[in-house]
C-alpha cells in the first residue's frame, strides 16, 4: 500500500482505504455525527470537508465528483440540498472531532466527528493587529475566569500561549474549537489550585 | 540462528520485571458544576457527555 500523505493507513489495500472513507463519509452525511476511532476521524475529516465544497458550488461536473465518492444518492441529495447551504457562509471547518476516551475491548481512543450546526459568527478579521486586539479580550476572559492559573503562570508564558490560541484560531473557521482544546487544561489548572486551596 | 548463551537468572528476570509499572493518569474535573468528576483532560466526560470550557460547554455523547 503506497504511503498516505497524512494520517494512519486503513484497511490492507489503497482500494480497501478508500472503501472505509466512503462508507465513514456516508455515515457522516446521513447521521450528522458518527462515533468512530480518533485516526479514522482524523482521515475522514478533510475528506468530508472537501465533499461539502464540493457540495456548496453545487453544479452537475462537482454532483459527478461526489457521486463517485458517496455512491448512495440519497445521501448525494440530502448533502447537496441541506447540508451545503447550511453552510454556505461558512470559510471551511464544516466538521468537528470531539475525543470521548478509550473503547472498551480493545482500548483504541475514540472520538465523535460531527457535523458543525452552530450558526456561523465570523470573527475579527485576520490581520495580524487585528488578531492581537482579539487576543487581548479572550485573555482578559481568562484571567476573569481563573485567576488563580493566571498568578501562577508568569506574563510571557502567557503571551505565548494566547499567541498559540490565535494562531489556530486564524487557521480555521471553527475557533471556538481551538478555543475549547485549549481551555480544559486552563480550567484543570484551576480546579487544581482549588483543591489546594482547600 | 542466534540463541542465548546463558539461562537468565531469576535475579535478572525479577530486576527486569520490577520495572514494569504503570503510571496513573493525570485527570481533570468536569467543567460541568451539576457533575464535576474526574477525567482525562482534552476528552469529553464520561460521565456527563459534555466537553468544553465551563462558559462554552456542549452536550457530546
Redo the contacts between chains.
Keep these: 500500500m503506497p504511503t498516505p500523505k497524512k494520517g494512519a493507513r486503513l484497511g490492507g489495500s489503497p482500494a480497501h482505504q478508500r472503501l472505509i472513507v466512503s462508507n465513514l463519509a456516508t455515515a457522516l452525511f446521513e447521521h450528522g455525527r458518527i462515533t468512530t476511532t480518533e485516526a479514522k476521524a482524523r482521515v475522514l475529516r478533510p475528506v468530508a470537508e472537501k465533499l461539502i465544497t464540493k457540495a456548496k458550488k453545487g453544479d452537475l461536473h462537482n454532483r459527478r465528483q461526489v457521486v463517485s465518492t458517496i455512491r448512495d444518492k440519497g445521501v448525494v441529495h440530502t448533502l447537496f440540498e441541506d447540508i451545503a447551504p447550511r453552510y454556505a457562509e461558512r470559510p471551511g471547518g464544516y466538521t468537528r472531532i470531539t475525543k470521548i476516551g478509550p473503547r472498551k475491548g480493545d482500548n483504541a481512543p475514540m472520538a465523535v466527528i460531527e457535523l458543525v450546526t452552530e450558526d456561523y459568527t465570523p470573527k475579527a478579521k485576520s490581520d495580524k493587529p487585528a488578531s492581537k486586539t482579539a487576543a487581548a479580550p479572550a485573555a482578559a476572559d481568562t484571567v476573569e475566569e481563573t485567576p488563580a492559573a493566571e498568578a501562577e503562570e508568569t506574563p510571557a508564558a502567557e503571551g505565548t500561549e494566547t499567541e498559540v490560541v490565535e494562531a489556530e484560531a486564524t487557521d480555521e473557521a471553527p475557533a471556538d474549537e481551538a478555543a475549547a482544546d485549549e481551555a480544559p487544561a486552563e480550567e484543570a489548572a484551576a480546579d487544581e489550585d482549588e483543591n489546594k486551596s482547600e | 540462528m542466534a540463541v542465548p548463551k546463558r539461562k537468565m537468572s531469576r535475579s535478572n528476570t525479577r530486576h527486569r520485571r520490577s520495572q514494569w509499572k504503570a503510571s496513573a493518569p493525570s485527570l ?2 468536569c ?1 460541568n458544576p451539576a457533575c464535576g468528576a474526574k ?6 466526560c ?1 460521565e456527563c457527555g459534555q ?6 460547554r456542549r452536550q ?2
Excluded at chain 2, 51 to 56: C, E, H, K, N, V
Aim: proline share 11%; no cysteine; hydrophobic share 45%.
Design positions: 481533570v474535573s467543567a477525567h482525562l483532560p482534552h476528552r469529553a464520561p466537553y468544553g470550557a465551563r462558559a462554552d457530546v455523547l
